[in-house]
């Protein structure tokens, strides 16, 4: 009887399966296309909502698109060829929603000015990265704090879905916010996009964000907040997640998160959100006698965050 050795039996892995050493995660090349278009098909809409939000800086929506659709496709092979990760990599919601309303809208700064100062924070944290710091100053920030960020950019996207949309819209002091007009034809497409994309999520259907996005233009006859502005408000609610994850029996836990979600939303500020929390975080541990789960790295970051509250230009 002739007994076959493993070289015999098993195939020869292919240059890919070599490469990215698929056998040893356990997964195939047919496996991996199939989750790189699903990955595709979910994120894709960040092409049609990334130029729509960043015009609302002055930033002109066709280079706005193609600079979007270069550093996804620079980022994901960075992270396949370099990395050797299955992580997709585009521009993220959340800074493109803070340069267009914040620093631009609020602040009134040139958006050529605000990418010069994301160019500058992009090499400060390369170079955080090369001397290894990048994992410390990580590592500093609070669990509590991380889900904060998320749920209070989340809230932060819904809202200025809900106001470009025309479903809320600004009113009087004292009551800086109020329904639009319900039954105008404008808000009523949006809520269209909404329950649309919402369907389409409960269902399972792959793309849902983007299908929902081109239906309601196609509706709209174009590409109007009405057709974008139902995905922020979806996205809003999927980055309410990690609220689940807060500890809020501690209430050294819960105050500065609150903190971070409360002044992110309400402020339309998350630069605000986000150092307020740095600051309260320390304090609530201090004044709860649990001075030791403060890591060294939160206390510069909470310095920054003070002179950011002592330099910030107040309009």
């Known amino acids: 009887m002739h007994l076959k050795n493993d070289t015999e039996t098993s195939p020869t892995p292919s ?6 050493k698929l056998q040893q995660h356990g997964t195939t090349v047919n496996r991996e296309i199939i989750a790189g278009l699903t990955t595709f098909t979910t994120m894709s809409y960040i092409v049609v909502v990334n130029p729509a939000i960043l015009k609302n800086a002055g930033i002109p929506p066709e280079p706005s698109m193609v600079a979007t659709v270069l550093a996804s496709v620079f980022g994901c092979l ?3 060829f370099y990395a050797n990760r299955p992580f997709a990599i585009a521009p993220y919601m959340g800074e493109n929603a803070f340069i267009a309303f914040t620093v631009c809208g609020v602040l009134g700064y040139k958006w050529q000015t605000a990418l010069a100062a994301i160019f500058i924070a992009g090499v400060i944290f390369v170079l955080l990265t090369l001397f290894r710091l990048r ?12 889900y904060s960020f998320a749920v209070g950019i989340g809230l932060f996207l819904s809202f200025i879905g809900l106001n470009q949309t025309e479903i809320v819209v600004l009113g009087v002091p004292g009551a800086p916010v ?8 404008p808000v009523l497409v949006a809520i269209f996009g909404f329950v649309l994309i919402s369907i389409l999520i409960i269902r399972k259907v792959y793309g849902a964000i983007l299908i929902g996005i081109v239906v309601t233009a196609f509706v709209a006859y174009a590409i109007p907040p009405q057709a974008y502005g139902p995905a922020l408000i979806v996205v809003g609610l999927f980055m309410l997640a990690p609220i689940r ?10 105050v500065p998160s609150f903190a971070v979600v409360a002044l992110t939303c309400f402020t339309y500020n998350i630069a605000i959100g986000i150092t307020a929390g740095f600051v ?11 001075a030791r789960e403060i890591r060294p790295g939160l206390w510069l970051l909470t310095a920054l965050s003070l002179l950011f509250f002592v330099f910030y230009p107040y309009r």
């Open 15 to 20: 240059g890919l399966q070599r490469f990215f």
């Open 78 to 80: 960075l992270m396949a």
């Open 135 to 146: 994992t410390w100053m990580v590592e500093s920030v609070p669990l509590c704090l991380r």
């Open 178 to 185: 109020h329904a639009g007009a319900l039954t105008s034809r």
């Open 245 to 254: 994850r807060i500890d809020f029996e501690d209430y050294s836990e819960s």
């Open 280 to 290: 309260l975080y320390p304090l609530c541990k201090l004044v709860a006698g649990k």
